[in-house]
């Protein structure tokens, strides 16, 4: 059964006000830099009209479109996440080549604590009737296609979009067997773009680079943010072609080298901190970015701002902030 009855949902702002949609990244753990973010929208009375999210950072979504609220989210995540990475030890020796067959639902970690955890989330839940509408980003594990998911078993499409292989197996879903969505949109901006929202606040959790990775986890991170990195920098250029009002990037700077484990739940304050940075950083911009608001024009363009690709493109040009 999922947690207990979530508040009343927050009140929008008075009309005319922009449709936002807010994307949050994939990044493991990471992704919970989003709650002051969330907080921030919150005491501002900043509702998007869409949430879309990838690998990590569906969670946090997850839970907020149930309709609990980012100042719970600490107690709440805290409540799930003890003990849920257990190592399987005959699926790691069976990868190995020892004594079993290999197959892709063979993983590092056993899914029924995982899954376990996702049904206290959000058990009996449907992505369907989520308000605001989420989309999560998942991969077709066969083809390596992207998957946007906007419908099924709350606990099986976030697992589809979290799923961290060879950490955690595929699932098998609408007919596909999907996994992370990181290997897909790691930062999910297109999909936004695809629904005509006015204003688009995304949000990249990606580590710094660490070429010289101290162990296999690391090896295997350092690997996804490399491959990450460049479908995020091609995804991005290819959203502001296509979207011609505002998307505003944000980067989650983790000032510490290295690499944040999946169940390191150590790593809380110091993850909320760089969340709080980031709001600090580009919470005014925000609301300049809302207040400023002008219905747009025939031709898409705001009066008086420039094509958006000009001014954001400038923007990812500032490059790594880490």
Not at 145 to 167: I, M, N
Not at 250 to 275: L, P
Request: aromatic share 8%; with cysteine; glycine share 10%.
């Amino acid at each position: 059964m999922a947690l207990g009855d979530a508040p009343a949902p927050m009140e929008p702002l008075p009309i005319p006000h922009p449709k936002v949609a807010l994307v949050l990244g994939s990044g493991g753990l990471n992704c919970l830099a989003a709650i002051p973010l969330i907080e921030f929208l919150e005491q501002h009375r900043i509702r998007p009209g869409l949430l879309v999210g990838c690998s990590g950072g569906s969670i946090p979504l997850a839970v907020w479109a149930c309709g609990h609220r980012g100042q719970d989210m600490e107690v709440i995540w805290k409540r799930v996440n003890a003990g849920i990475f257990i190592r399987d030890w005959r699926s790691i020796a069976s990868m190995l080549g020892v004594g079993w067959g290999f197959t892709k639902d063979l993983c590092i970690f056993k899914p029924g604590p995982v899954f376990k955890a996702l049904e206290t989330l959000f058990g009996g839940r449907r992505l369907e009737d989520l308000d605001p509408p989420l989309v999560l980003q998942s991969t077709d594990f066969e083809t390596g296609e992207g998957v946007e998911l906007e419908s099924g078993d709350l606990v099986q499409t976030v697992y589809a979009s979290c799923a961290a292989y060879p950490f955690l197996h595929p699932i098998r879903l609408h007919g596909r067997w999907l996994f992370d969505g990181v290997f897909s949109s790691p930062v999910p901006i297109l999909p936004a773009v695809r629904r005509g929202v006015d204003l688009i606040l995304a949000m990249d959790f990606m580590e710094r680079l660490r070429p010289q990775p101290r162990n296999l986890f690391e090896a295997m991170r350092h690997l996804d943010n490399v491959i990450g990195r460049s479908i995020y920098q091609s995804q991005t250029l290819a959203s502001i072609d296509l979207h011609r009002h505002e998307i505003l990037q944000m980067k989650v700077r983790f000032n510490e080298v290295g690499v944040t484990q999946m169940w390191d739940t150590a790593a809380f304050e110091r993850i909320q901190a760089a969340g709080r940075q980031a709001v600090a950083e580009y919470g005014g911009e925000i609301l300049e970015l809302v207040n400023s608001f002008k219905v747009p024009q025939a031709d898409g363009l705001q009066p008086g701002h420039p094509p958006n690709g000009a001014r954001h493109e400038s923007l990812f040009n500032r490059g790594p902030s880490r």
